[in-house]
């Protein structure tokens, strides 16, 4: 009788865990495929200013 609640945290074990392996793949192609961790909380004023960053550096590497 002592050993029952290991029947109920087994399984749940085994669902944390598939949750975390399923983050950490998503963070990791993520990562793979643009090259840098994703930027939480994305608005429109964060990619305005990315975008004319990136025109920033085209410009000045242009120049050289």
Do not use: T
Request: with cysteine.
């Amino acid at each position: 009788m002592a050993w029952i609640w290991l029947e109920a945290a087994l399984p749940l074990g085994i669902i944390a865990g598939m949750l975390c392996v399923m983050g950490n793949a998503q963070y990791f192609i993520h990562k793979a495929y643009h090259g840098r961790p994703k930027h939480i909380g994305n608005d429109m004023w964060d990619v305005a200013m990315e975008r004319r960053d990136k025109k920033l550096f085209e410009n000045l590497s242009f120049s050289d």
